[in-house]
């Protein structure tokens, strides 16, 4: 049950993937109130159920921002919000998943996953088809989300077991709701595409370049990405540089700009990642920094801010270094560009990321395990 199928990112990326981790061992149905109307449809080996009563965008951000809102009000740990403000949470939520409880009773599944620790909607129709049938989390936790409002807490008290992606994940789940033992680290199912060793980027060649990733436009001066990317162009002028901007993709050779079109599919960035000396990443994803692995799935190090879901992948994993400030990146990209650096994180990096994201095998053993479908190896500890 999700409340949005196919969505782009990686939350709607890994959400698809658990949906085919479980399809090797069970028959998978999809439910969403996504849909012009209500409808049956196949995708792939997936049977989705379309309610046709899709979540207003609106309405979810005014739940994020309320749930913020209070967050950071003086507010005793465990208080439970008012009537009046759960409520207002809600509004706008609960009546798209109505028709859900009729989905499930036509499908009368034996174990029932929620994407989304959000998701309470889904709950109460789950609850309303059968209060007793088993229940799995996915909560997908993004980067900052406050996990232990009260009102939400339902979802994993409900859950026998919680499936994340990434120890930050882990420890942020725990951290709010305690449990260890039922949280489960699965990873991501990645791996490095040999043809994307094939032929390089057109624009900065095979040039041993700073590859380099912004959210930012290329005429975006004054905001602190494009001027993070600005400085390591200018600091380091005998190295080419390639830049994703929003809307164009910057290679810097000498002093001089050669401008492409934007890097929009994820197979062009790993081509780029691929032939990089290494990774500069001031836009890693909020949830598991789906582009970091890649990068270092290539053996390409990768350069990332503290405050990120990808420092656990440049400091646990040991494939990077991280920063604070403008002074701290240039200090690591120019530590990193020593070669004996450069190849001790290139090495460890690769190591790590293969072992956790690189088998589509390990990623269905530790799903099924974790929804009790299959011995498998079990959950994956710290």
């Known amino acids: ?16 993937q658990v949906a085919g981790a479980l399809a090797w061992v069970a028959d ?13 449809a196949l995708d792939a080996v997936f049977r989705i159920h379309r309610l046709g009563t899709p ?6 951000l005014r739940r994020d921002v309320l749930v913020d809102i209070v967050h950071g009000a003086d ?8 009537q009046e403000l759960q409520s207002e949470t809600d509004r706008d939520l609960l009546a798209p998943w109505a028709a859900a409880a009729d989905a499930l009773a036509s499908i009368r599944p034996d174990l029932v996953v929620i994407a989304g620790h959000r998701s309470i909607g889904a709950l109460h129709a789950v609850n309303r088809y059968d209060s007793s049938v088993p229940m799995v989390l996915l909560p997908l936790a993004l ?9 939400f807490t339902p979802l994993v008290e409900r859950s026998a077991s919680v499936l994340v992606v990434t120890e930050q994940e882990r420890a942020s789940v725990v951290s709010a709701h305690g449990r ?46 494009y001027d993070l990317a600005r400085m390591i162009r200018l600091r380091f002028p005998e190295r080419p540089v390639g830049i994703c901007h929003r809307d164009a993709f910057c290679a810097w050779h000498m002093g001089r700009c050669s401008t492409g079109w934007p890097i929009e599919r994820s197979s062009d960035l790993a081509r780029l990642a691929a032939w990089a000396a290494l990774t500069v990443d001031l836009r890693p994803g909020p949830l598991f920094a789906r582009e970091c692995i890649d990068s270092l799935l290539y053996g390409t190090p990768i350069v990332v801010p503290r405050g990120s879901r ?3 992948h440049a400091q646990r994993g040991r494939g990077g270094l991280w ?45 099924t395990a974790a929804c009790g479908l299959g011995d498998g190896i079990g959950p994956v500890t710290p």
């Open 28 to 40: 998978v149905d999809v439910v969403t109130p996504d849909g012009r109307s209500p409808g049956t």
């Open 323 to 367: 920063f604070d400030s403008a002074g701290e990146l240039m200090g690591c990209v120019d530590a990193m560009l020593d070669p004996d650096v450069h190849a001790a994180l290139a090495a460890r990096g690769r190591a790590y990321a293969e072992e956790e994201f690189g088998s589509t095998e390990r990623f269905v053993t530790r799903v």
């Open 180 to 225: 260890p033992g039922d949280v489960h680290r699965i990873g991501a199912p990645l791996r490095a595409n040999p043809t994307s060793m094939s032929e390089p980027n057109p624009w900065v060649g095979d040039t041993d370049y700073i590859l380099v990733r912004t959210d930012t436009a290329c005429d975006g001066a004054g905001d602190p990405q």
């Open 143 to 151: 980067l900052g989300q406050d996990l232990s409002f009260p009102h």
């Open 55 to 60: 979540l207003r965008p609106t309405a979810e």
């Open 310 to 312: 990808a420092l656990e």
């Open 75 to 82: 507010r005793a740990p465990g208080t439970t919000p008012s």
């Open 1 to 16: 049950m999700t409340p949005h199928w196919g969505a782009p990112g990686e939350s709607g990326w890994i959400i698809r």
